[in-house]
């Protein structure tokens, strides 16, 4: 099982971030199409308005098939597109220290924030990052180069290899909100916002933050999870522990066990609905397949929306 994120195989990410886009505009099947119009676009020149000819005007301008149907020369007037400044959000905190397939929660986090980082730095905007955990954030401004994104990805391997099953530290449920609100504060408009997370102590705060930061940005949210969290094992009996204390989980009984489903359920559906009553995507990435398959799968055109099972 992967259960730390190596900054080697972090950095050779870089030649699986192809065939998917973060940008707005998305194939038809893509979990992205269909967001709300965006201000926020990629560089390059963006189609304003067709106008009529006026001297001065550059001829090659001319929208010639236009202007054959009209009285008088027609020409397509572009607007230079702004860079798009992308910020990232990386949970590596004590609850994400879980998986019970090919890799822990918090390896998968750090993987789609490499993949991410990559995708950005091949795209020519600046990326930075709020890499933090249950006691500490780290922040990497944003620029545009390489080394910025090497620094977000020492960052993230550095911050995942303190994990360890027994560390005394709580989880940090309202950590979170408090990063959310560090990004607000530095994102104003016309950014994008990759946050990814399992969201553990997600509440009604975590969603009124995000509604207010998509009002002038994106924001996409990276669900990571684990199967054994909405398909209990066969077995009547399983341990847990939170470093400090243990349980033991009689899942031979039906109310236990549709207790612990019903729970799961309600956190997850609370999660998702962001998608339709905020605009925000929510795209769950599990710990049991490739990381980069399933990003490609959600954002490369595939058709459906995807819901863990």
């Not at 190596?6 to 971030?17: C, H, P, R, Y």
């Not at 969603?207 to 054994?228: A, E, G, K, Q, W």
């Amino acid at each position: 099982m992967g259960a730390y994120a190596e900054l080697d195989s972090l950095i050779a990410l870089q030649f699986k971030a192809r065939g998917y886009s973060l940008l707005h505009t998305q194939p038809v099947h893509s979990l992205l199409f269909g967001r709300r119009a965006s201000r926020v676009r990629g560089r390059g020149l963006d189609f304003e308005e067709l106008r009529a000819y006026v001297p001065g005007d550059d001829v090659r301008s001319i929208d010639w098939q236009v202007t054959a149907r009209m009285p008088k020369p027609y020409v397509r007037v572009y607007t230079e597109e702004r860079d798009r400044p992308t910020m990232l959000l990386l949970d590596q905190r004590i609850n994400m220290f879980f998986g019970s397939r090919i890799s822990m929660k918090s390896v998968i986090a750090a993987e789609i924030g490499a993949l991410a980082a990559w995708r950005v730095y091949e795209q020519g905007d600046r990326m930075g990052a709020f890499v933090f955990n249950d006691t500490s954030t780290e922040e990497i401004r944003m620029h545009r180069s390489r080394a910025t994104v090497l620094r977000i990805l020492e960052c993230t391997a550095s911050m995942n290899h303190l994990l360890r099953a027994d560390i005394t530290q709580k989880s940090g449920s309202g950590r979170l909100n408090q990063v959310i609100q560090s990004a607000a504060r530095v994102c104003h408009h016309d950014a994008l916002i990759i946050i990814v997370s399992d969201f553990d102590g997600a509440d009604e705060s975590t969603r009124h933050l995000l509604m207010r930061l998509s009002r002038s940005n994106d924001v996409i949210c990276f669900l990571t999870y684990d199967p054994l969290s909405v398909k209990l094992p066969a077995s009547e009996q399983l341990v847990v522990s939170d470093g400090e204390l243990q349980v033991e989980l009689q899942l031979g009984q039906e109310k236990v066990r549709r207790n612990i489903l019903d729970a799961s359920d309600r956190r997850v559906a609370f999660i998702l609905s962001w998608q339709h009553e905020l605009g925000i995507p929510v795209l769950p990435i599990s710990t049991a397949e490739d990381v980069s398959i399933q990003i490609r799968h959600l954002l490369g055109g595939v058709a459906g929306m995807r819901r863990p099972t």
